[in-house]
């Protein structure tokens, strides 16, 4: 399971941590007062960073931290990295699971069947980041960030693929029948 204990022990899902880092870069907090702590800057470059540029970058160095601790693992870097690359895009929290977002959930395909299976195919961090970038471009940069961040961090494992392909087929089947 993804989580990091904080200081008491206690344990939190690393996706609601990178919605949390997310959600102090933007500029309104949930309440719709400013946020004073945003940092537009950071969320600029990540936008047109790279992933070899975004290993470096401080922003994304505070979310290695907020979700590994001081524990220094490379392919928690690759998920850091790719977690940090495409949160940079979305502007606003959605409501509704980024699968059944993709597949319909919320009125026309964010994202054609085909398409989609390219995404479930792409391997190494450009080509997924690549291919995230542009479906949270079709759903008008707004996205669940935790389910989101979910997809990005657990990547590389079958299971967690099979469950983003059944929740937008899911809703691409309740589209159809409707």
């Known amino acids: ?30 309440d719709g007062s400013r946020n004073i702590g945003a940092d537009r800057g950071a969320l600029a470059r990540l936008r047109r960073a790279s992933v070899v540029q975004a290993q470096t970058d401080e922003a994304v160095i505070q979310l290695y931290s907020s979700l590994w601790g001081e524990e220094f693992q490379p392919w928690n870097v690759d998920k850091t ?8 895009h979305v502007r ?10 993709l597949g319909g959930g919320v009125g026309e395909p964010g994202l054609k069947n085909l398409r989609f299976r390219q995404l479930l195919q792409a391997r190494g961090n450009e080509e997924i980041v690549r291919q995230l970038r542009r479906a ?18 657990n990547f590389e494992n ?21």
């Open 1 to 30: 399971m993804s989580e990091h204990p904080d200081d008491s022990g206690v344990k939190f899902p690393r996706n609601l941590l990178a919605a949390q880092w997310w959600q102090a870069m933007q500029d309104f907090n949930h």
């Open 81 to 88: 990295v790719r977690l940090a690359l495409v949160l940079s």
């Open 92 to 101: 606003k929290n959605g409501e509704v699971d980024f699968g059944k977002a």
């Open 136 to 153: 949270v471009a079709m759903l008008g940069n707004v996205a669940k960030v935790t389910s989101l961040a979910s997809i990005l961090l």
């Open 158 to 178: 079958d299971r967690a693929r099979t469950r983003f392909a059944f929740y937008y087929f899911g809703a691409l089947s309740q589209k159809k029948s409707a």
